[in-house]
């Protein structure tokens, strides 16, 4: 019971009370009542104040909230445009159809910084776009590695391509159309590439891994990437880097979560970038043999 309903209870029972006592004077003295009555008055005067005290507190909080939103938008704003000029100052004409499900241009930049700190020389990739393009730009940059792309879509897959050839990169980055079947992973039931006809085209001591894919709109959702390190065993370097995009949402931190459970965590960095993104170097994976 809020306190405006008290008040108005009491006040209630306060006049009839009054009443009893005017009505009846033997049961309640008339001085009685008019106190009664008196107080009653009060009540209401206070409930009244009270409500309207808490109308201008709510009021003002719902001011500071939309203030805080606003410019919480335009903090965002300004780290995209930021991030969107930084990436394509480092490759410049860097340019492809992106979706909702791409990854944003501040995690971008956060997998360039990866790049340059691991210098990866075999990289795979569960989901194609924006990403490849970065992965293969800077590989063309350093001269030397190559990179596998798996994607589910065989028209956003073709779109990747065509601009990488336009890049130049088509000879360093390999796109491939593989379905999303149900598989079981960690207890799971979730939708994952088929990659066992694809398995020789992945080479052995995989250095990083990106997980963009797939969408969280497949079966599984909150899962769909559990898969990636298992589906790679025997494939991953040592000393290989897990990029896990998303790593924000629920799903992915569960995904986290479990492969710390699983391999154990060497080291991870986890950025806050609104999506998240997560670096991680695991203790335990089904590293490749070499």
């Not at 108005?8 to 009054?18: C, D, N, Q, R, Y």
């Not at 796109?175 to 080479?203: A, C, M, R």
């Amino acid at each position: 019971m809020n306190i405006k309903t008290a008040l108005v209870i009491a006040f209630a029972f306060i006049v009839v009370t009054a009443c009893i006592s005017i009505i009846y004077p033997v049961v309640a003295p008339t001085g009685i009542a008019v106190i009664l009555v008196v107080l009653a008055t009060v009540a209401v005067t206070t409930a009244m104040h009270f409500n309207k005290a808490l109308w201008m507190l709510r009021d003002g909080q719902a001011r500071i909230q939309s203030r805080d939103e606003k410019y919480d938008a335009a903090t965002v704003a300004a780290v995209d445009v930021n991030a969107v000029l930084a990436v394509r100052e480092r490759f410049p004409g860097l340019q492809i159809p992106t979706s909702t499900w791409s990854m944003t241009f501040p995690n971008l930049l956060l997998l360039i910084n990866v790049l340059d700190t691991y210098r990866p020389r075999n990289v795979v990739e569960f989901g194609s776009g924006i990403s490849t393009l970065c992965v293969a730009s800077w590989l063309k940059e350093a001269g030397r590695g190559n990179l596998l792309s798996v994607d589910h879509d065989p028209e956003w897959a073709e779109i990747t391509t065509r601009h990488l050839g336009k890049r130049g990169c088509d000879a360093i980055a390999n796109v491939i159309v593989t379905p999303l079947n149900e598989q079981s992973y960690f207890g799971k039931k979730v939708n994952w590439y088929d990659l066992e006809s694809h398995l020789s085209s992945i080479g052995d001591d995989v250095d990083l891994v990106i997980v963009d894919g797939p969408p969280n709109g497949s079966k599984g959702a909150g899962y769909a990437r559990i898969p990636a390190i298992e589906a790679l065993a025997g494939k991953l370097a040592p000393d290989a880097i897990i990029v896990l995009d998303d790593a924000a949402r629920e799903g992915e931190t569960k995904i986290f979560e479990a492969w710390e459970e699983r391999y154990g965590i060497l080291q991870a960095t986890r950025v806050n970038t609104g999506t998240g993104f997560a670096v991680i170097k695991l203790a335990a994976a089904p590293f490749s043999s070499s």
